[in-house]
């Protein structure tokens, strides 16, 4: 029998991450020196994920934890987990856009959320690989889930950039910092200074709108700056950690107030579209998605982010059709 995590504590919680690249090494790495879940690290490269697995569970010595990190070519090894990370994919390079990628992962994400969900089928599945929203909605019909149990990880991720980039700006501490992103995870995401606020003063208090324009250019901006930074592959910490406090969240039944890329049904007046939207997680995923009071220039701006996650979606449908794939 598979447990769903309110049925588990989380001494017994499993994490299953596919693809153990950058994102999903660091992302073991935090689960497990977290004392958040074991993790099984699957990939199709022979001996990446072993080497990982055993490089990570040699630090158990000097970390003090005893989670198990285990490397597997087999998806039979990630059985009962209780959440399901995919990472699988290829990375961003300096010139290329998230929507690049479309087609090459769309075919990964569509093979190995199948294959994968076959072990956990009543896993929450977390999607990572970009372009994130149209993966998140291509691994949702390839997992056969009911909506709220997938999610796209990309809201947590953008919003602590606004938050950083805050925080630099003011030269006061990101603790005392909260930001709001909505949107596609790409360019035309939506970062909401109405709802950023400093220890709980609107950031326009703080910043003219010069500089408040600045910094949202930046966040929309923050992955390719890092891409074109390291010229070699894309952000890992900061998405990792990202992950990492949605996975907390769920085994943990924590109700945190997150920006996810969720399942719309009629929310923002958009509907059968994963996008960003701040929802409540906990132990069976999307438990609820919150409708802020969004200006109708924000509104606007979220339905211009939705129509372009649309086209690709639209897409991706013809290029996988060509290839005689569907979802």
Known sequence: MVLRPSEISCATAQVAIVGSGNVGATLAQRLAEKNIADVVLLDVVEGRPQGVALDLMEARGVERHDRTITGTNDFADTANSNVVVITAGLPRRPGMSRDDLLLTNGKIVLDVTQKVMMQSPNAVLV??????????????KASGLPPHQVMGMAGVLDSARFQTFIAMELGVSINDINATVLGSHGDLMVPLPRYSTVNGIPIGKFLDEAAIARLVDRTRNGGAEVVELLKTGGAYYAPASAVCVMVESILYNQPRILP?????????????????????????????????????????ELHTSAKAVRQNLEHLRSLLGESGLSF
Request: with cysteine; hydrophobic share 45%.
């Open 127 to 140: 999607v990572v690989t970009n372009p994130l929203d149209v993966m998140t909605y291509v691994g949702w």
């Open 260 to 300: 996810v890329a969720a399942y719309l049904q009629g929310q923002y007046e958009l509907d059968d579209i994963f996008i960003g939207v701040p929802c409540r997680l906990g132990c069976q995923g999307v438990e609820s998605i919150l409708e802020l009071d969004l200006t109708d220039q924000e509104l606007a």
